[in-house]
């Protein structure tokens, strides 16, 4: 039986057109699902729109345009950048489409009947940009005027007559799970915030529903009703592979089967949505939790969160056109510690692109091929285990990097993941200098170390290729093309074979990753990020 992996980014709130910061979440989805299919998962990979609600009725309409016409557009913008960062997502779910309001429909009639969902009314402090009711307690205040304790905006007393959803029916359900459960939520430190936050002193029902606005699924029972945001929003998760649907084949394959790993990765901001009320919804419908929500941190610009709200936002589109899709994906990955918050500035990605890219990497590949063609008229030397001193080293380094590379990126550790493939192509350039091949080829005695350090160096580039192609989809191809790898030599399991590049014949290409002048560069990127430009869809 193949082993199955479902993972989502959040669906994106489509009020303005997406930034690097959008780019950055579903680029790590896509690397995590690049690489377990890599490793031979049967994977499915979804993102999507959260196209409902006030915010959007409100923009649509200062812009003189219909809410759908509105979403249409931002939605173009989105899968234009997904295709510029080359995103493999096997669907791109958008909750004004049919197949998945239908299914919104049925989900809220089946806990209605079932008593999950009540009529009542409800009054509060509203904030519009996050969508939620908070009570007084909740709000902050300050000279009279109340702030939404999320995003910090004005608020408003509202009032109106509510669908709720009893949270209080699944409270000790919850916190069991949570309890038995604690890898679900992800950094831990997000778990601690949960519980201590909203579960702490008792959670209140959930309001599911309005009568304020109309853009948004409406109530079969109660048409002036449209469901509210969250029991919409969080239902993609099964609607796009099918649930209540005449082909629910992909769900019954994926959801349903409980050894499919089930990971949503989302941003900080919605984790009490993801963590308190999703998993209510699903006991709910008698379906299985996921198995992870991972909270992964921030693209932060030098004054705070990237936003076009803020007019700090960068666009993707130059980063990709100047220094290529694969430099963009790595700075991603690499820069930033997943899970935690990361600040984008000029000077590291420079530094990032030279220092890893073309110092390192790009110079190891370069060095390895042409000394392979000077001294083996391009052929690489049969793989020998331990010849020189330092070659058992670098072998037990090989093996230990394969170990950690999938442990980590299967406990989405994935930053380090990369990291500790770079730390062994550091030690292999190191390793250049400890064994000085230069020298050895003037040696008629030191043949065979020659031939070991040639084999064991192209070995490294076989694997680092290999382990770096998730973020890399375009330059591991152009290693191994230098390695002389045919087309159906590229399998995953093929870096287990300490022989697989005996006797191939390198091609010696162009530079991986040419050294980038720095303050150059520097500026160019200020530049950009002074005059950002939106891409028009393709």
Known sequence: MSKKFYITTPIYYPSASPHLGHAYC???????????????????????LDEHGQKIEKNAEAKGVTPQAFVDEVATKFLSLWSAMEISNDDFIRTTQERHTQAVQKIFSRMLKQDDIYLSSYSGWYCVHEETFWTETQVEEEEGVHYCPECHRPVEMASEEAYFYRCTKYESFLNDFLANHPSFITPESRKNEMVNTFLKNGIQDLCVSRTSFSWGVPVLENPKHVVYVWLDALTNYITTLGYLQ??????????????TEIVHVIGADITRFHTIYWPMFLKSLDLREPNRVFVH??????????????????????????????????????????????????????????????????NLLNRTV?????????????????????????????????TRYETLSDDLKITEAYEAVMNLVSRANKYIEENA???????????????????????????????????????????????????????????RNQGALNGKIVNKGEQLFPRLDAEKEVEAIKEMMAAPKEKAAA
């Not at 680029?27 to 993102?47: E, H, L, N, Q, S």
């Not at 082909?247 to 409980?258: A, G």
């Not at 430099?327 to 820069?335: H, I, N, P």
């Open 370 to 402: 042409s000394m392979i063609g000077k001294y083996y008229q391009g052929q690489i030397p049969a793989f020998e285990a331990n010849v020189t001193p330092t070659d058992k080293e670098l072998e037990d380094l090989i093996d230990l990097t394969i």
């Open 26 to 48: 579903t680029t790590m989805c896509d690397v995590i699902a690049r690489g377990k299919r890599m490793r031979g998962y049967d994977v499915f990979f979804a993102t999507g």
């Open 246 to 259: 005449d082909d629910d084949s992909k769900f019954q394959y994926f959801w349903n089967d409980p050894d």
């Open 297 to 362: 941190g921030l693209l932060m610009m030098k004054d705070g969160k990237m936003s076009k709200s803020k007019g700090n936002a960068i666009s993707a589109y130059p980063l990709i056109e100047r220094y290529g899709v694969d430099a963009v994906r790595y700075y991603l990955v690499s820069e930033i510690p997943f899970g935690e918050n990361g600040t984008f500035t000029p000077e590291q990605f420079v530094m990032r692109l030279n220092q890893d890219l073309a110092n390192n990497l790009g």
């Open 437 to 495: 091949p230069w020298a050895l080829a003037k040696d008629p005695t030191k043949a065979k170390d020659l031939a070991s350090v040639m084999a064991h160096l192209a070995r490294v580039l076989h694997v680092a290729g290999m382990l770096m192609k998730p973020i890399l989809i375009h330059k591991s191809d152009a290693i191994f093309d230098q390695l002389g790898l045919g087309q159906d030599e590229r399998g995953y399991e093929t870096i």
